[in-house]
Each structure stands twice: as structure tokens, then as C-alpha cells.
């Protein structure tokens, strides 16, 4: 019998050994990378940038997409293993580009990590009329791992990484308005929309990859200090959230809980890299191990965290993935054959 997350059946945590508070360096010790190649895309600040160095550190060659190629540069600089290629996740034809000088190349590739993301941007579209979100945080991912599929497969024993979030609990996949052209524009909808996109893309691809060696996760990092990730957001959503009290400053109890980013890269370095997780993939990752599966009633609490943590079975659905899949082919135009 075939085994696949359709539905969350392997949502069951490892017993890891390691903690929210485990670092990247601390998962990765004691794993040689030395002629491994990982495509990292977002790799030039915060978790990105820690998980290129991390990865590089254990001899893999990383190869860094950025948007602002001096910026990248700047970071990047002095880090062996590490190659820059310019590349904009909102821009199909910059993904095809760098996929197809890649594989010309003729090299597998035997990690390819997703992690370039925004979040509480207004309402912003690409050249396609594709909501930013979506685009940037889910198709920009379906669309370079399918560009990259016979360098992943080449590899013969790779992983693919989705940069997943908590956020995803904000809102299923509206299939009837992906794009917000008939609905009011809510900008954690549309994040948590594109993150269960990311979830449910995971699972589908572990399950049609996995007869060729390649495995797929989701990962949410945790909430982390220190990024860029919240450089847009209004103050005003902060606080209706909880994070902020009435005079604008962040609650003691939610700066106690943000993670380091050696701490919020961990997880992704955990699922790329994880003897633990050999033979099994399709999972929702946090805090350096397989999630806990949360019930569809909110009523029934299983869970000291059920609202703060865990994964939401409507992204682990097994239609959804299917018809997902075949959405996002059309919305982007390219055909993505597992064979």
C-alpha cells in the first residue's frame, strides 16, 4: 500500500530529540553535504541567509536566487560555497531563465529549498493579474520546482523544501476567487491562502515524486525577531492580532516566544537535511519535527497550543491538492510531469 499525507495520516510527531529552541548548526551536526548541490531561493536575509550559511558550512554548494542581486552580494559576501543568481519570483520569465541555464548544465539537484516569501503587503498584482502573495509565495514555488524537476530527479535521493507558515490557519484555498477580483482584499487571507497553497503543494508532490527518490516538505519556521518579513505591515494589524498592547508596543509574552534565526531556520534545515526523514515526506513541519494534525472542530482541544501551533487538515486534502495542482498549471502556463 502506497503511503502519502492525503488528509494528514502521517501527521504524527518523530520524537525528534530536538526543541523550538534548537538552532540550524544544532540539527545539521554530524551531516557531511560535501558534493551536494541546493538551490535556495530568498537566501539573502533572515532564515535564507542562515540556512545558506548553515548548508555551505556542511560542504554543500549553495546556490542563492535573489531579487537585488548588490543586496545579496553584500550579505553573501565571504560565505564559501555560495553562488548569487539573480532571480524574481514574480516574474516567470526570471524563473525560466535561471531553470534552464541550470539544467543545461546537466547536474542534479539534490536540495531545492522554497523559502522566498512577502507577507502584509496591500493589494498588488504581477504582469498576469496574479495577486503578489500568491504568486510570490506559492506558484513562484510550483513553477521553478517544476522547471527544475529533471535535476531533481537526476539526484537520485532529493528533497524539496516549501517555506510554509502558521498562517496558513488564516484561510483555506478559494478556488473560486484565488485572486481576489470579486471579494474585499484582506491581506492575511490572501498570506494564508498562498501558505495552505504551499502545504497542500508539498504533500501532492511527495506523493507523485517520491517513486523517483525525491521528497517534500512545508515548513513553518516559527515567529522569528530579526527579519524582514513584517517590513510592511500596518501597526494596526499587529494589534488586532495580540502582538502589540494599546500604546503600540510589542506584548512582553510575545517577544518572549520569538525565536532567534539560527532557531527559525532550523526546521527548514531540519526537513532538507534529517536522517529521520527518509522515508517518510508529504509532511507539515514545525519546531524541528512533524506537526501535530489539529481537529476540524475548533471545540475539541487536543492540544496545550491548538491555536498556536499545528496544521489544519484543509490543507492536507487530497482533492484540493489534486485540483490545485491542475489550477496552477493553467494559472501558470506550465505542464508539471511527474515521469
Do not use: C
Request: hydrophobic share 40%.
Amino acid at each position: 500500500m502506497r503511503q502519502n499525507n492525503y488528509q494528514g495520516a502521517l501527521q504524527k510527531p518523530l520524537g525528534s530529540g530536538f526543541t523550538a529552541a534548537s538552532t540550524s548548526t544544532e540539527v545539521i551536526s554530524g551531516i557531511d553535504l560535501t558534493g551536494k548541490t541546493a538551490i535556495l531561493t530568498g537566501g539573502s536575509t533572515g532564515i535564507g541567509l542562515e540556512t545558506a550559511k548553515v548548508l555551505a558550512a556542511a560542504g554543500a554548494t549553495v546556490i542563492v536566487l535573489a531579487r537585488n542581486l548588490e543586496k545579496a552580494k553584500i550579505n553573501l559576501e565571504g560565505i564559501r560555497n555560495v553562488e548569487i543568481e539573480e532571480v524574481d519570483m514574480m516574474i516567470p520569465s526570471s524563473i525560466d531563465k535561471f531553470a534552464e541555464e541550470f539544467i543545461s548544465l546537466g547536474k542534479p539537484l539534490h536540495l531545492l529549498i522554497n523559502n522566498a516569501g512577502i507577507m502584509w503587503v496591500p493589494l498588488q498584482r504581477d504582469e498576469r493579474g496574479i495577486e503578489s502573495q500568491l504568486a510570490t509565495n506559492y506558484l513562484g514555488q510550483f513553477h521553478l520546482t517544476a522547471k527544475l524537476w529533471p535535476a531533481l530527479k537526476l539526484a537520485n535521493g532529493a528533497r524539496v523544501v516549501n517555506i510554509s507558515s502558521l498562517g496558513h490557519h488564516h484561510s483555506g484555498f478559494n478556488f473560486e476567487d484565488p485572486n481576489f477580483e470579486n471579494r474585499d482584499y484582506e491581506t492575511l487571507q490572501a498570506y494564508g491562502q498562498s501558505k495552505t497553497a504551499s502545504n497542500l503543494f508539498a504533500m501532492e508532490l511527495d506523493n507523485r515524486a517520491k517513486d523517483f527518490k525525491v521528497r517534500a516538505y512545508s515548513v513553518h519556521p516559527g515567529s522569528i525577531g530579526g527579519t524582514e518579513l513584517g517590513r510592511n505591515a500596518d501597526p494596526e494589524q499587529f494589534r488586532k492580532l495580540g502582538f502589540l498592547d494599546e500604546d503600540g508596543n510589542i506584548r512582553p509574552e510575545v517577544l518572549a516566544a520569538l525565536k532567534t534565526i539560527p532557531q527559525g531556520a532550523a526546521t527548514t534545515v531540519f526537513a532538507a537535511t534529517s536522517p529521520l526523514l527518509k522515508t517518510i515526506g508529504g509532511v507539515y513541519l514545525e519546531d524541528n519535527d512533524i506537526a501535530e494534525l489539529l481537529p476540524t472542530d475548533p471545540s475539541i482541544q487536543t492540544h496545550a497550543r491548538l491555536h498556536q501551533s499545528g496544521v489544519q487538515q484543509y490543507s492536507l486534502d487530497e482533492n484540493s491538492a489534486n485540483r490545485l495542482w491542475k489550477l496552477s498549471e493553467e494559472m501558470t502556463g506550465v505542464k508539471f510531469n511527474i515521469n
